[in-house]
């Protein structure tokens, strides 16, 4: 069904409780997928028994972690409150990883509130027990315009480690088409094109390449504020993990950890509190099991029981 998207449901609690009683988690209980054994858990991030128990014992050799960056969407706390509930949830992911680990969090920075809480995340990070790897910009091709400001087209990504953790090399559909680096390679000039492995070039620290989910896109699950478009999840799955892997990702919100573990055959532990999410995210994957989408373009998960929107 086209046409018809959920509202965002940070912003309409009519239409949250209406989805309510159609959700099969509540706070506290797990989800069990028959057939890959991922799992969905109704639970708070920042709880370490809640946490433990989606785990079961299996480390997680990669946690994506999206957290809600506390500037326009739910709920918002002083930034002091933020990075205390910040490190909370950090310290339950690390009980949750194995030795030899990657984490990855998406943070965003408020251009018009002192660039917070980004700089105050770095910040608090530093006193955990990981190595900074990387900061990743993905520029989004759709941005918010403005006629007095730059206009704003970026996501942040920060990257930390733990022991020595798996990496796979990554190349995106971009050719290679930039000529002139030079290097000498067995007594013979040779330029950068010659020298890759394939004939498009590896991502950087700058990802070009990845279009903002919008409600176009098949991928796009209305009702979400804050989705992450699935070809950057699974960029970071295929290259920080191995097949068979555990991941975990602690704010479900769209299901995008999920969708991409099921398609690069890993094992997805995720969770949100809200249990609208988690029943967003155990559709999503149903329904890429049953139509091979990945999303519901402008239609919505909650069709079979809700139907039509716009005649409501």
């Avoid at 900074?132 to 087209?153: C, D």
């Avoid at 796009?220 to 555990?246: F, H, M």
């Amino acid at each position: 069904m086209k046409g018809t998207p959920l509202p965002r449901l940070d912003r309409d609690p009519a239409m949250r409780e209406r989805l309510l009683p159609l959700c099969r988690l509540r706070a506290g209980e797990v989800w069990t997928d028959p057939t890959n054994q991922h799992r969905v858990g109704c639970l708070d991030a920042a709880d370490p028994a809640q946490m433990a128990r989606l785990a079961e014992g299996r480390p997680a050799t990669l946690a994506v972690q999206d957290p809600p960056y506390n500037l326009v969407a739910f709920h918002q706390q002083r930034l002091d409150e933020y990075v205390t509930w910040c490190r909370r949830w950090v310290e339950v992911t690390l009980d949750c990883m194995a030795d030899d680990a990657s984490l990855y969090v998406w943070l965003g920075a408020d251009q018009r509130h002192g660039f917070g809480p980004l700089p105050d995340f770095m910040i608090m990070m530093r006193d955990q027990p990981l190595q900074t790897r990387s900061f990743v910009t993905l520029r989004n091709q759709r941005g918010y315009g403005t006629q007095k400001n730059w206009m704003a087209v970026r996501q942040e990504l920060l990257i930390y480690t733990r022991g020595a953790p798996p990496f796979t090399v990554q190349y995106t559909d971009i050719p290679k088409i930039l000529r002139g680096y030079y290097k000498e390679v067995d007594g013979r000039r040779t330029e950068n094109t010659e020298r890759g492995r394939g004939k498009t070039i590896r991502p950087g620290n700058v990802w070009v390449d990845v279009q903002q989910v919008f409600y176009r896109l098949e991928e796009n699950v209305s009702g979400c504020y804050a989705q992450k478009p699935l070809l950057a999840i699974e960029r970071i799955v295929a290259a920080a993990s191995n097949p068979g892997d555990v991941v975990l990702d602690s704010f479900a919100h769209s299901g995008t950890t999920l969708l991409a573990c099921e398609r690069l055959n890993r094992r997805a532990l995720t969770a949100d509190i809200d249990p609208v999410y988690c029943e967003l995210t155990i559709r999503r994957l149903e329904h890429y099991r049953t139509t091979g989408t990945i999303g519901w373009q402008n239609g919505h998960a909650f069709e079979p029981e809700l139907g039509d929107l716009s005649k409501v």
